[in-house]
């Protein structure tokens, strides 16, 4: 009897101990990077948002403090149903207590639901919709690196103020392309231009003459491309061949990343007007980043501004779990002390986190150098302004983010 | 109305490319009755020796529109030297795998040595520039790029249906025994045409470079379409595949005018539709 009261006692002291075990802080962190891994998208986030997120873990310096991180990627292949399922194992399964990047707002958006349903951490960087952090916002969500109203602030406002009162889009049909064209047009209009016409394009288009033919038949002084990735650049690249240009129509990219530059080529690139949050070469500390991110990826690309997002939004989140010193593997109670603290990081700078999970950072004009500017292979842009994170990104007071009325 | 010629237009210009491409697809289904999921690699491949030969040979697009055909066809032949001609005789369903993990691996090798975005590669001087016809502005590349093509079409369709070759060609295929008997090497015949479809491929591949992006998925988005262009104009008849091949590019090109959300669908319903009512494709033959 006394044998069996004693390892009845034992029995229970163990199960305790194995309990707290599970429910303390612990220093354990799974990292997931969802991305479009080998399509449209696959060279703006793709496998150098995995290097990007990687490094981050690396510099934080966290696993000689006795941290355990792991990073697992996935492929969401531009269809918000693998996102959705890839998102749900992850959470499930592979118990992820973070989905970084996500690039493509029809899967960000869905991914989003996913995320706030298993209380993780969420960090886009990828997708464009500025949807995530207003009427959709969710206490797991911080949208890094840019959204549709920074781009319609920053490069519409720009080209209606220097005289395109008259706007034709070219708008990837889903809702990437409807947020930007919606967040474009309100600007347009505002600042008294109008908006003649519009066609809506299938995502992963190669040939856009047809729809560059209407553009060109509506006379308008701006064709205002609302899409992204190789759709840009095939608007672009086939916007030239068809002598848009020259006829007096300006194009613009509003949404244009570094590798697009690349395979556009200056060429026919230059001129063009856009905005990023990030380039590679813009001080010494993004010089160090970019070469180091360079030599780990196979192609040798430098950094676009969305796997920089990556980099910064991960560091900030560990230093949000170094802070409370233990993972609680709770999202909400991590996003919000990401939010206390303001952020500070090599490529984005100072900023800080609003509470409808917006990242408050500078972005900045820039122009397509011409070939003979062009001093190496990545040597693209100009710095044409700066715009301050307050004057770029949605303010508190216009957000619809529920979180907001609280 | 002039909006409606120049979609009209742009639709010839993109259909020379299915054509071109459902032409090779036609010839090497119709010699080898081999279902090539490998073809939009390769035309990936025609675009990307061009674009070395360009940057690392300093070899004009006019060379690379004879050597890219010729390089990409030697690899095609290799490919059915070593792997397809053990598939003789077999279940069609094994050619299709063995071609569409070729083309997985093919993709896959491009795609972890260039990214997805892809290289550019510029329209040659001669050809730069474009002619105001009045309801639209051509450029002179597209205009070359489906005179070229109908060009290839027409002499291809001559060598196999109109030539002594192409009667070999025919005759091997119909009875490889009884050809063979009066002499004449129908296994070599057969790599040689496999290269030629490539060929096609690979021909098709250069001229898409100036206008899209040289990119390693370039062949995968297009060669599903191609697959529907051959389905309609009925498998292995080389000139259904060419009338096919422009008609649908024309019919893309006014969808995208009327309807623009469903132009990358319309090829798909009509190909559905095709299939309700005349199964075996427009000019097809029942087995």
């Keep these: 009897m006394k044998k069996s009261i004693a390892s009845f006692l034992l029995g229970t002291a163990l199960a305790v101990t194995s309990a707290g075990i599970a429910f303390a802080d612990d220093k354990i962190v799974k990292i997931g990077a969802l991305s479009d891994q080998s399509g449209l998208y696959a060279d703006l986030g793709g496998p150098g948002s995995t290097v990007a997120a990687q490094m981050a873990v690396e510099d934080s310096g966290l696993a000689a403090k006795g941290w355990k991180i792991d990073i697992i990627s996935g492929d969401h292949q531009n269809k918000p149903d693998i996102g959705t399922a890839i998102a749900r194992q992850w959470f499930d399964v592979d118990k992820v207590d973070i989905i970084v990047d996500v690039p493509n707002s029809g899967v960000a958006l869905a991914v989003n639901n996913v995320i706030k349903e298993k209380n993780g951490v969420y ?40 005289g395109g009162d008259t706007w034709f889009f070219l708008t990837a049909d889903y809702a990437f392309g409807a947020a930007l064209e919606r967040d474009t047009s309100a600007v347009v209009t505002a600042n008294g231009g109008k908006v003649v016409g519009g066609v809506k394009h299938p995502l992963n288009t190669p040939d856009f003459s047809s729809f560059l033919l209407q553009a060109q038949a509506s006379k308008a002084k701006i064709i205002g491309l609302a899409n992204a990735g190789g759709d840009t650049t095939n608007s672009i690249k086939q916007a030239a061949e068809f002598g848009i240009g020259k006829g007096g129509q300006k194009l613009a990219a509003l949404l244009l990343f570094l590798t697009d530059v690349k395979a556009i080529g200056l060429e026919t690139a230059q001129g063009l007007n856009f905005t990023e949050t990030f380039y590679w070469d813009m001080n010494d500390q993004t010089r160090a980043f970019s070469k180091k991110f360079s030599e780990k990826m ?18 900030h989140y560990l230093k949000a779990l170094e802070a409370l010193g233990g993972n609680p593997h709770d999202g909400i109670k991590v996003v919000e002390k990401m939010k206390s603290m303001p952020t500070e ?36 842009y ?23 009325k609280k | 109305m002039q909006a409606l010629y120049a979609q009209l237009l742009v639709g010839l210009i993109n259909g020379s490319f299915y054509a071109l491409l459902s032409l090779g697809l036609a010839v090497i289904f119709g010699m080898l009755n081999i279902i090539n999921f490998a073809h939009g690699a390769l035309y990936m491949m025609g675009a990307f020796v061009a674009y070395f030969l360009l940057n690392l040979g300093g070899i004009s697009y006019w060379w690379a529109l004879l050597l890219a055909p010729v390089i990409v066809g030697i690899f095609g032949m290799i490919l059915e030297r070593t792997m397809l001609q053990w598939l003789t005789g077999l279940d069609h369903l094994y050619g299709l795998l063995l071609t569409f993990g070729i083309a997985l691996i093919v993709q896959g090798v491009f795609q972890n040595y260039f990214g997805s975005s892809g290289l550019p590669y510029a329209i040659p001087d001669q050809l730069k520039g474009g002619m105001n016809l009045g309801f639209m502005f051509l450029p002179i590349y597209r205009g070359w790029v489906v005179i070229f093509s109908l060009v290839v079409c027409i002499a291809t369709w001559f060598l196999i249906e109109k030539t002594r070759l192409g009667a070999y060609l025919r005759a091997a295929t119909e009875n490889p025994t009884l050809v063979r008997a009066f002499g004449i090497n129908v296994p070599r015949m057969i790599t040689l045409t496999y290269g030629l479809g490539v060929g096609l491929a690979a021909l098709a591949g250069v001229l898409s470079a100036p206008i899209n992006q ?8 297009l060669i599903i379409v191609v697959f529907a262009v051959v389905v309609i104009g009925g498998m292995g008849s080389i000139m259904g595949s060419i009338i096919t091949g422009f008609a649908l590019g024309v019919i893309e090109g006014l969808t995208k005018y009327f309807y623009p959300e469903a132009s990358n669908t319309v090829v798909f319903v009509l190909m559905v539709l095709v299939l309700l009512v005349k199964p075996t494709g427009l000019t097809g033959k029942a087995a």
């Design chain 2, 214 to 221: 040289v990119r390693p998925l370039m062949g995968a988005d």
């Design chain 1, 298 to 315: 196979k192609n040798g690309a430098m950094p676009t501004m969305v796997q920089a997002g990556v980099y910064a939004g991960v560091r």
């Design chain 1, 345 to 380: 990081d090599d490529l984005f700078g100072k900023g800080e986190i609003q509470p409808n999970g917006r990242t408050i950072h500078s972005a900045y004009l820039f122009e397509v150098k011409k070939p003979s500017e062009s001093k190496g292979p990545w040597d693209f």
């Design chain 1, 123 to 162: 960090i886009n960087s990828g997708a464009a919709t500025s949807d995530l952090t207003n009427a959709q916002c969710s206490p797991n969500t911080v949208h890094w690196t840019y959204d549709t109203y920074m781009l319609a602030h920053t490069t519409g406002q720009a080209l209606v103020k220097a």
């Design chain 1, 382 to 404: 100009k710095l044409v302004g700066t715009v301050s994170g307050d004057q770029a990104f949605t303010p508190l007071s216009e957000s619809k983010c529920p979180l907001l």
